[in-house]
């Protein structure tokens, strides 16, 4: 490894639904054609690797639900705090590890629900924020696929929104985070809401704005 690569770190697994292999290899060209080695581990363990870890400049996860130990926990928020990068979309980073506060504090969010099915919903930039590198020159777009309800964390950095309309249990729109990132120590952490299936990262903005975010996140 020359002194100008990074390592990204590459750990799926976990429900099968969301595809975790296929939609991680989607993004290997992507990584390598921007300097990073690829590391791969398709167990958990590897967040109890300090060494491993510390050597790593950006963990890509999409591991959704399963359970993850405290020493698995706090090595991956101390590689985090410490400076690696952690990045993810959809259920792989924020439908994981449910029992895990630690980790929830860390992504800045957890999934609680979505309508079933797809549909068509709107994803909208938050004007404030259109300088962010992760969303610069992207315009608002449409997708189809899951709209996921956020449990989030007021600290995260807000970068689009999606709005649920009044529902049976709720009497007025709700507009929720789909985007955002956050600083955790010396770390960064970048989490996207969309991408269920393949074809989500069809759409330019999808895929634009999930590239950079890895990008961002790296160390």
């Given at each position: 490894m020359t002194s100008e690569s990074r390592k990204a770190l590459l750990v799926r697994g976990g429900w099968e639904g969301h595809q975790p292999v296929k939609i991680t290899e989607l993004f290997v060209p992507f990584l390598r054609s921007h300097?990073?080695?690829?590391?791969?581990?398709?167990?958990?363990?590897?967040?109890?690797?300090?060494?491993?870890l510390a050597a790593t400049d950006l963990v890509v996860q999409c591991w959704s639900m399963g359970e993850i130990t405290a020493a698995q926990s706090e090595g991956l928020a101390a590689a985090v705090r410490a400076g690696t990068g952690l990045a993810?979309?959809?259920?792989?980073?924020?439908d994981a590890f449910r029992g895990d506060?630690?980790?929830?504090?860390?992504?800045?969010g957890q999934f609680l629900m979505h309508p079933p099915g797809f549909h068509d919903h709107e994803v909208t930039f938050v004007?404030?924020?259109?300088?962010?590198?992760?969303?610069?020159?992207?315009?608002?777009?449409?997708?189809?696929?899951?709209?996921?309800?956020?449990?989030?964390?007021?600290?995260?950095?807000?970068?689009?929104?999606?709005?649920?309309?009044?529902?049976?249990?709720?009497?007025?729109?709700?507009?929720?985070?789909?985007?955002?990132?956050?600083?955790?120590?010396?770390?960064?952490?970048?989490?996207?809401?969309?991408?269920?299936?393949?074809?989500?990262?069809?759409?330019?903005?999808?895929?634009?704005?999930?590239?950079?975010?890895?990008?961002?996140?790296?160390?």
């Open positions: 300097g990073f080695d690829i590391d791969v581990s398709e167990t958990l363990e590897v967040y109890a690797d300090a060494q491993r993810g979309w959809h259920g792989g980073i924020v506060i630690g980790y929830h504090r860390l992504t800045g004007p404030g924020r259109a300088n962010h590198p992760v969303v610069t020159g992207l315009a608002d777009f449409r997708v189809h696929t899951e709209q996921y309800w956020m449990s989030t964390d007021p600290l995260i950095d807000v970068l689009a929104t999606t709005v649920f309309p009044p529902g049976e249990e709720y009497d007025r729109p709700v507009t929720m985070p789909a985007v955002w990132t956050r600083n955790w120590g010396a770390g960064r952490v970048f989490v996207s809401t969309i991408g269920h299936k393949p074809d989500d990262f069809d759409v330019p903005e999808v895929r634009a704005l999930t590239e950079r975010g890895l990008l961002w996140a790296s160390r």
